[in-house]
């Protein structure tokens, strides 16, 4: 590396490096597992591996040993991410380069569906993973808000349109194409459709290991036109702890069963609440919704969130709780939803293939099944 080190001159010196977990005789760089990047004129390598610390300890050593050879003055940080696998992806796939599909939808509106949605990108993101959020809720579309963004998209080839981007993550919403963001507005069919054809196909969301979509509430055409273009991983649902909000839940559980999209797991939100005056856990809106949905929909409960006000605070002002104050208490709530969505993402991959996944030290293995 006589020049001036680049990504691409980095990744060449790393093209032996495998991962001594996985099957298989790719290298990382071939799988497309290992990303680097220059950040202010100093190297960071991140790995995707599903090995514990001794093969991360492996790995991070191979890197070291193969970039000093060619480049001993370049600082260098070594990063891991978690290995989530893909969802199936054909031919026809309008999105080949989006590894999952993540569906976030709920029976009704102001559970807290966007707020989910939003910091769950967030979470992922801060763990290493490439992520993309698409605003699909053409009822109330509140990333604009949320991640304080506004501003058209535009198109650098006069064909595939630019998603806009903030904290690292590409962000697409029906609310960047509306004239006024808090006009109501009517969708017809075909413009729905057609609206979502080109979130879809025509955005450029390159390769990203998760894209998230805040669904509209309830039973609708989003999903359904979804489901028909494009392979989803799963839907992570919303809901309130109180037995009232439930039925609309159950509904959007059927619905999903219908045409076939798996539930992720259910996020209970507004589970309880506590002031700064002692630790007891006060349920304002009753108690057990969360697991009663999951139980129906046989999937994890994967988190109860607490009401904070905070929450709503960031929201307002443009930066997900996550992202805004990464150390309280409810971000670590946010934060822990995230690794348990990419957690069951990785099993409900593996299973698909066929492979099942044990977990020790909290790390992924795959085995083959012995029929
Ligand atoms: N856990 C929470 N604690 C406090 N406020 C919350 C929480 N979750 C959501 N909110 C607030 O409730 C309101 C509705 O949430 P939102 O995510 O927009 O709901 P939905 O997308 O389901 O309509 C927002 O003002 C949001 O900031
Ligand atoms: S009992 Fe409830 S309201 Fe009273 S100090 Fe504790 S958390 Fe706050
Ligand atoms: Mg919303």
Known sequence: MAQAPTAESILAALKDVRDPSAAGG???VEAGRLRASLVDGAAKVTVETGGNDDTRATIERAVREALATVAPELGLTVAFVQ??????????????????????MAGKGGVGKSTVAA????????????????????YG??????????????????????PL???GVKLMSIGFLME?????????????????????????????????????????DVALSLSQ?????????????????????????????????????????????????CDKKHSIFGSGGGQKIAEFAKAPLLAQLPLDPSVRVWGDQGTPVVQ?????????????MAAAVADRVAVMNAERLGTLQITRDGMPTRLPIIR
């Open 165 to 167: 981007e903030r904290f």
């Open 324 to 336: 805004a104050v990464p150390q309280s208490k409810i971000a670590q709530a946010f934060g822990d």
């Open 26 to 28: 790719k290298t990382l």
């Open 141 to 162: 579309p509140s990333v604009p808000t949320m991640f304080g963004v506004e501003g058209r998209p535009h198109s650098l080839d006069g064909k595939t349109i630019e």
């Open 83 to 104: 290995s989530v696998g893909s969802r199936e992806i054909t031919s026809e796939d309008p999105l080949p380069g989006v590894r999952n599909l993540v569906l976030v």
């Open 119 to 138: 910091n769950l990108t967030m979470g992922l993101a801060r763990a290493g993973h490439r992520v993309g959020l698409l605003d699909a809720d053409i």
């Open 229 to 277: 273009k494009v392979r989803v991983t799963g839907a992570v649902v919303v809901t309130t702890p109180q037995e009232i909000a439930l039925i609309d839940v159950y509904k959007a559980v059927s619905m999903a069963e219908k045409l076939n999209i798996p539930i992720v797991g259910v996020v209970e939100n507004e589970s309880y609440f506590v002031c700064d005056g």
């Open 180 to 220: 006024d963001p808090k006009a109501a507005v009517v969708w017809r069919g075909p413009m729905l459709h057609g609206a979502l054809q080109q979130f879809l196909k025509d955005v450029n969301w390159g390769k990203l290991d998760f894209l998230v979509v805040d669904l509209p509430p309830g039973t609708g």
